[in-house]
């Protein structure tokens, strides 16, 4: 389902995939606008968390304190970690191919029957997923 207000996984902040999106997430969830099964704080929420070194809640108060996105991405840096651009490639390549050929296909198959998406053979990726997802009806 569309949300509006809610990016692509794929679109990148300061080269990081994802960052952007759990940002999103974080001020929808603000708002009252994340559908509840839409999770936040969770998977590859925490996954981006610990490859910048810093905590979710930290980054939620950021967020909340009305900072942008290339702000919280700088803060992160400077209180976690900031990786070089072969840690960004290797990130970036890992969580886009999340779902294909690994230990959470199955689950990302079972989304895909519980979105009526059971045949699409394109879906093989969460990414795939989210734009499949979020260009339905």
């Not at 990081?16 to 999770?39: C, E, N, S, T």
């Not at 009305?66 to 209180?79: I, K, Q, R, S, Y």
Request: aromatic content about 10%; overall charge negative.
């Amino acid at each position: 389902m569309k949300i509006p207000g809610l990016r692509h996984s794929a679109e990148q902040v300061g080269g990081l995939v994802f960052f952007g999106r759990m940002l999103d997430k974080i001020r929808l969830h603000a708002q009252g606008r994340l559908p509840p099964d839409y999770k936040h704080g969770a998977g590859t929420d925490l996954r981006v968390c610990r490859f910048l070194h810093v905590e979710y809640p930290a980054i939620v108060g950021q967020v909340l304190a009305g900072a942008t996105d290339d702000e919280v991405l700088e803060w992160c840096f400077a209180h976690g970690q900031r990786p070089n651009e072969e840690e960004i490639f290797t990130f970036n390549g890992f969580l886009t191919k999340r779902g294909w050929r690994d230990n959470l296909t199955e689950e990302l198959e079972q989304m895909k029957r519980d979105r009526g998406f059971a045949d699409r053979a394109d879906i093989q990726t969460f990414f795939d997923f989210h734009k499949a997802d979020e260009a339905a009806d």
